[in-house]
């Protein structure tokens, strides 16, 4: 069983930058997939980027490429995600979640954090 704690988030202006921080624990967080997601009020939870247990493959959705960045200490068991040139439209609650395999759907995912609300003003 793995449990995941979010941390990080907060209100930030556009073009600013916040990284985000996930905490997992359990002894085989290397063995993880670990993703990013992130949902806004009235809308589904989308994809936002996903890393491989030891960090050699990255996978971002277009909405967030070249902007954010994913990267992970598999010493810390923690999982990051750095966001830059933020804009109102990141506005959401951003999740960590843990899988076994490579994936973007949130249902194959089996493990998820609380979330950290991350809001960007204008």
């Known amino acids: 069983q793995v449990q995941l704690v979010e941390s990080g988030g907060g209100l930030v202006q556009a073009g600013g930058s916040l990284r985000l921080s996930c905490t997992a624990s359990g002894r085989t967080f290397s063995s993880y997939y670990m993703g990013w997601f992130r949902q806004a009020p009235g809308k589904g939870r989308e994809f936002v980027a996903v890393?491989?247990?030891?960090?050699?493959?990255?996978y971002y959705a277009d909405s967030v490429k070249g902007r954010f960045a994913i990267s992970r200490d598999n010493g810390k068991n923690t999982v990051y995600l750095q966001m830059n040139s933020l804009k109102p439209e990141d506005t959401a609650v951003y999740y960590c979640a843990a899988d076994r395999r490579l994936d973007t759907v949130v249902s194959n995912y089996d493990y998820w954090g609380q979330g950290t609300q991350v809001t960007v003003s204008s």
């Open positions: 890393i491989s247990g030891s960090g050699g493959s990255r």
